[in-house]
């Protein structure tokens, strides 16, 4: 939730916000191990907000994810199950070969 504040400033007063709640959780704690449970994500909390203070870019820069290619060919069986699976409603679904231009996701149904 904080990751996702609009800017800096709120993200910060998010992340003291939560801190103030779970040291406020942490007396009305009824075990050793709840109140040690609640400390640690306090101090979490804690460190976080100092990662904000010190962070000159907002939001965080997020890891860019790309799709795992297989060095291997498919077998001839892998292909049949693919090909049996993309079978929907008396459709065919063929699998891609490659990635699809994005002009095929235009259009009036998408937007």
Not at 35 to 61: D, F, G, H
Request: aromatic letters at 6%; proline letters at 7%; a neutral charge.
């Amino acid at each position: 939730m904080i990751n996702e504040c609009s800017s800096k400033d709120e993200a910060l007063r998010q992340a003291i916000l939560a801190t103030e709640m779970y040291m406020k959780a942490v007396k009305l704690a009824s075990s050793d191990q709840q109140r040690t449970r609640l400390r640690s994500k306090c101090k979490e909390l804690l460190s976080r907000a100092e990662e904000i203070k010190k962070s000159t870019v907002w939001p965080p820069l997020k890891p860019v994810l790309e799709a795992p290619i297989s060095e291997r060919p498919v077998t001839r069986t892998e292909e049949i199950i693919l090909l049996e699976g993309s079978k929907l409603h008396g459709f065919i679904f063929p699998p891609w070969r490659s990635d699809p231009e994005d002009s095929l996701f235009e259009g009036e149904l998408y937007t």
